[in-house]
């Protein structure tokens, strides 16, 4: 088993790569849509929908259980699957990589499973950042609300900026996790990832990043970073929903005990006792989301055709032009002004509320996502109900930007 990464990449070319993602063909209120929440969920191209079709036409059997022929080669479609997210982030080994529902659950497995591992006692401390999504917050405090562990929160400054300074200071002997966002859903800070595990484990201390925004935009590299746990969403890297990744390193997986139990996940069950299988499987309960894997691994073949520093500049394009036209727009204030940012602009525009501009820019095809966009504490620290965000992937447009921009003009005579 071992996958084809192309030698000869496909030229990066919008209006071309615009073709493979049916979707973006469509028209929305009478007007061709324009798509610019890719991070809420980003588009599939068409050989992620084929795969998933040929799965279901043609393939479909159960995985790792039965000696025929489709069984075999559903589980051989998975488990390749499962070594193409182990080369898209560079793992040490495929037992690294834990199929998931998605980032949230992958948090959620970590946090439940190192209570019961007892890497917790009461007293020590979690440390998160202002910025997290509301996953990388509530299952700490499900958790901690057992444990009585504690939430400590890494301030921000006012551009959207982790405060490294503070963090360094609030890492101490109690500090048992930290708990990170890569890329900021609302603000498109990127965080200084590499820096924060450096300094967490000259205090040995782990680290958890949430990739969910990071890894559609850049090539994620575990084993440089040192993460030791590295979780994302499938459906935000062009494939499917309900197929996520819990990447751990071998020495935590192998200490923390299942999170859930059932099927396909034992070696041996008697009414008396259980043991379970090894990583990942001891992880892997029940039937899992098998088309979604294999619709996973075709969306990694897709980004895989690409030399994704083309994406990367084309996608710095976007934020640069996009930043400077909304910019030019009076009463509108952009949120988050990080000097390292990503494919995400939150705005507000005085005397308007964010699901007005919504509203009545989606009467002209145009979506983008307005609300806290699950980060509240990140709302109140700026003093604000909501925002608007617009979110960009590879085969966003400089016509679309302009297209919301004049769609901004709209809203804002409608409201003079
Ligand atoms: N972490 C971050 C940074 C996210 O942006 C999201 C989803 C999640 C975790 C959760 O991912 P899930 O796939 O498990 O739901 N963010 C967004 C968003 O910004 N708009 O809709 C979902």
Not at 83 to 97: C, D, F, G, R
Request: overall charge negative.
């Amino acid at each position: 088993m071992i996958t084809t990464i192309p030698e000869v990449k496909r030229k990066f070319d919008v209006e071309e790569i615009r073709n493979d993602f049916p979707i973006l063909k469509r028209l929305v209120n009478g007007k061709p849509l324009v798509y610019l929440d890719n991070a809420a969920t980003s588009q599939k191209p068409q050989a992620v929908i084929d795969a998933l079709t040929q799965y279901y036409t043609f393939d479909n059997a159960n995985i790792h259980r039965g000696l025929y022929f489709l069984s075999e080669l559903a589980t051989e479609q998975y488990e390749t699957a499962r070594l193409k997210v182990k080369e898209l982030i560079n793992a040490m080994s495929v037992s690294e990589i834990v199929f998931v529902r998605g980032a949230t659950e992958a948090i959620n497995l970590v946090a439940s499973s190192l209570c019961r591992a007892k890497h917790f006692k009461d007293g020590d401390e979690i440390l998160i950042s202002y910025m997290e999504h509301h996953s990388n917050i509530v299952p700490w405090q499900l958790m901690c609300g057992r444990k009585k562990t504690n939430l400590k929160v890494i301030p921000i400054n006012d551009a959207g900026e982790l405060d490294m300074d503070a963090f360094g200071k609030m890492i101490n002997e109690k500090t048992k996790l930290v708990s990170v966002v890569h890329i900021s859903n609302s603000l498109g800070t990127v965080n200084p990832v590499k820096k924060i595990i450096e300094i967490a484990h000259s205090h040995g201390v782990p680290v958890l990043l949430d990739g969910a925004q990071a890894i559609p935009h850049y090539k994620i590299d575990v084993q440089e970073l040192d993460a030791d746990f590295y979780v994302f969403s499938g459906h935000k890297v062009f494939g499917p929903t309900g197929i996520g990744v819990l990447y751990g390193k071998t020495e935590f997986l192998e200490m923390m005990p299942p999170y859930q139990g059932g099927g396909d996940m034992i070696r041996t069950v008697t009414f008396e006792e259980t043991t379970f299988d090894d990583i990942p499987r001891k992880f892997e309960a029940g039937t899992p989301n098998i088309a979604g894997g294999i619709g996973l691994g075709a969306a990694i073949d897709y980004l895989n055709q690409f030399d994704r520093n083309e994406l990367i500049e084309h996608e710095n394009f976007l934020l640069q032009y996009g930043t400077e036209q909304l910019s030019q727009i009076p009463g509108l204030r952009i949120i988050g002004n990080a000097k390292e940012k990503a494919s995400v602009i939150s705005f507000v525009i005085e005397g308007i509320h964010p699901y007005d501009i919504g509203t009545i820019i989606d009467t002209d095809g145009i979506a983008i996502r307005t609300g806290h966009h699950c980060t509240q504490p990140i709302m109140k620290r700026y003093n604000l109900p909501a925002t608007a965000r617009a979110s960009f992937a590879f085969y966003n447009t400089r016509e679309e930007i302009d297209k919301l921009v004049l769609g901004i003009h709209k809203v804002k005579k409608m409201f003079a």
